[in-house]
């Protein structure tokens, strides 16, 4: 069950950066940024208007540092309604996923003293099949937009 959801996670993400950065084309970084979060605040009050079982209570126990990972989804946002606009979809959903498996490997081994080869093994594999494919599509692209 879980993995069909990752999937849809997944393709719900790139849906929203390619969102964004038809809004950021059209208004700019810093507006698109308000729009996103504007419109992520009303939709999540209404489904916690809809969930019953909600009592804001819980959020007492939260240490307040944890709070600041809305920080960090802002700079995500601002990433990729800029990148999005630079380079393909496809180039940004490898390069995005690539960011993320580095990082929960660091996660994985400073938090949880664990190393997997076989993650850094698929992660250079991606990495290296993005560079070949970037090579035969679009031979410009790595000369003038990744580097």
Do not use: C, H, W
């Not at 999005?84 to 580095?102: D, K, S, W």
């Not at 660091?106 to 938090?111: E, G, P, V």
């Amino acid at each position: 069950m879980y993995i069909p959801i990752a999937i849809f996670s997944g393709f719900t993400v790139i849906i929203s950066i390619i969102m964004l950065g038809s809004i950021n084309k059209k208004v700019g970084l810093m507006p698109t940024t308000l729009v996103n979060f504007g419109a992520g605040t009303i939709g999540s009050i209404l489904i916690l208007l809809l969930v019953k079982d909600f009592n804001i209570e819980i959020l007492k126990n939260v240490p307040i540092y944890l709070y600041f990972g809305s920080v960090v989804v802002i700079a995500i946002t601002m990433l990729n309604g800029t990148i999005i606009n630079n380079i393909p979809a496809v180039y940004t959903t490898m390069l995005v996923f690539i960011g993320q498996l580095v990082a929960g490997m660091l996660i994985d081994y400073f938090r949880l003293n664990q190393f997997s080869p076989g993650d850094l093994v698929g992660g250079i594999v991606v990495l290296l099949g993005l560079l070949y494919n970037s090579k035969v599509n679009t031979p410009d692209l790595v000369e003038t937009n990744i580097e």
